[in-house]
């Protein structure tokens, strides 16, 4: 799916960009290399029953058709019934991101539903527990592309393009903000950005398996970092929204040293 590049491209041949690169370059893109310091040391476990992060009404988004959610994810278990799901990111139901077991075959899909309506775009699966993975939706006029490891995967174009419902729902990751389709495993890395990122932007941000920061990205709009910098059971929101976490149902044992960590 061909969105417009933020910015152009330093280097058209990389297809894969380390941190050593990164930094040597400076901005690709929009993703800009990482701050001096930075290191991704935590994730939060999640135990598939009640456990989640809840973020107060949140308004970023509401009223958008434009965006993209990035996530770097990581099962205990999966979804083993058909028609069973997990959450990773939803505000309630005006946008959701998440893995279900299909009907009849049970195969495990990618889901990018709005409104509550028919689902946007879907990605076919072959997921395994235990192995960190990064999962991306973006949306915009042109349609959505959804992600995995970097790789665009799954396209729907045109007719399916739809604005977010402005709604008064919080946003949860790992379950509905209610607490509802809970996931078995680990959450890393959250970030919401108001445009719909370029796969190289995508590309980046996947970084061979290693996340990198993003929180100088001009289009971030939410990037909770899921335990780095975290006092429990705040989570705090690393880009200038300034949403916040609570951990719900969880504690501070829930803050692990299990993190994606590339080749």
């Known amino acids: 799916m061909a969105y417009a590049k933020i910015n152009s ?21 929009n993703i800009d290399a990482p701050a001096d310091g930075f290191s991704n040391t935590y994730s939060l476990d999640f135990d598939g029953s009640d456990d989640r992060l809840v973020i107060g009404d949140v308004t970023i988004l ?41 009907t009849p075959a049970s195969y495990l899909f990618a889901y990018l539903r709005l409104n509550n309506g028919p689902v946007i775009a879907t990605l076919e699966l072959a997921l395994e527990t235990d192995t ?13 592309a959804i992600y995995l490891d970097g790789d665009e995967a799954a396209t729907e174009l045109g007719s399916q393009v739809e604005s977010i419902d402005d709604t008064a729902a919080s946003l949860g990751i790992g379950a509905r903000a209610a607490g509802s389709y809970p996931m078995d495993g680990h959450i890393d890395e959250v970030a919401i950005f108001d445009a719909a990122l370029s796969a190289e932007d995508i590309t980046i941000i996947y970084n061979s398996g290693t996340p990198t920061d993003l929180s100088e990205n001009s ?9 780095d910098g975290a006092a429990y059971p705040t989570i705090p929101d690393g880009s200038s929204s300034g949403n916040d976490g609570t951990m ?5 044992g829930d803050i692990v040293e ?5 080749g």
């Open 248 to 252: 719900t149902n969880m504690t501070s």
């Open 132 to 144: 960190w993975y990064h999962i991306a939706a973006v949306h915009d006029e042109n349609g959505t």
């Open 62 to 102: 509401d009223g958008s058709n434009t965006f993209t959610i990035s996530a770097w994810v990581k099962f205990d278990s999966l979804p083993s019934t058909a028609g069973a799901k997990c959450l990773i990111v939803s505000k309630d139901e005006a946008y959701e991101l998440y893995i279900k077991n299909t």
């Open 258 to 262: 299990d993190v994606p960590s590339g």
């Open 219 to 227: 289009k971030l709009v939410g990037y909770w970092r899921m335990g």
């Open 9 to 29: 491209v330093t280097n058209a041949n990389m297809a894969k960009v380390s941190n050593v690169a990164k930094a040597a370059i400076g901005k690709i893109d």
